[in-house]
């Protein structure tokens, strides 16, 4: 009997044991593990902010006028116009731009990492190149939106956006602003780098960049 009960315990310690193992090498959030081409290019579906800045940024401009249909007239739309900090932060907003933009950069940051963590294979060269350029474009609209422009006699001590080159790991991280220099001069090294690696060879979704899109987006830079 004694002998029946060891062999049970035993038993249950074993699955116990086993149990435990299996439940510990999951993912405890369930989180995608970027080990594979298709995971990689999947990823760099959402390294584009899914937000426009038209809205905000015609009725900000000199292009707005007196429409005088007031039936059209918005909260939103007057605090633009006056440039008031807005009290919305919903779809095509500054505010939901901001964090589009940044949202399409961790994208492409986590893109960049899973790719060097694979060692930079040859047969990741496309998608490495798009996503150097998808973080630039996010960046670019960023400091174009929310910085001064580019002067070379003030661009040292403009302030910029914070320019972000990695995965935020931890919750609530502190960002320094970027001067307007800095930031283009992370601008500059990003689209030099995937203009020599974007290509047209991995069947790219449509909309995203392929060689002809990094060359009139780097040709946009250079214009600035």
Request: hydrophobic share 40%.
């Amino acid at each position: 009997m004694k002998k029946l009960k060891l062999i049970l315990s035993l038993l249950v310690l074993i699955g116990i044991t086993t149990s435990c193992d299996d439940f510990l090498s999951e993912v405890p959030d369930n989180r995608t593990q970027l080990d594979t081409p298709e995971k990689i290019s999947e990823i760099l579906v959402n390294a584009y902010p899914d937000a426009s800045y038209m809205d905000f940024a015609e009725t900000m401009s000199d292009n707005a006028f007196d429409s005088e249909n007031l039936t059209g007239t918005t909260t939103k739309n007057s605090q633009n116009y006056n440039w008031e900090e807005l009290d919305d932060v919903q779809r095509d907003t500054p505010s939901f731009y901001w964090d589009a933009c940044y949202t399409a950069i961790a994208h492409a940051n986590q893109a960049l990492e899973a790719i060097e963590k694979l060692g930079n294979p040859a047969n990741l060269k496309a998608q490495r190149g798009e996503a150097l350029m998808a973080r630039a474009y996010s960046h670019f609209m960023l400091v174009s939106v929310f910085s001064q422009r580019y002067n070379p006699a003030t661009a040292k001590t403009d302030l910029g956006i914070p320019y972000i080159l990695e995965p935020e790991t931890v919750l609530l991280k502190k960002y320094t602003r970027n001067t307007v220099e800095e930031v283009y001069t992370n601008l500059e090294k990003d689209i030099e780098l995937g203009l020599q690696l974007v290509g047209d060879d991995y069947n790219q979704p449509k909309f995203h960049f392929n060689k002809a899109a990094a060359k009139a987006f780097a040709s946009r830079f250079y214009l600035v």
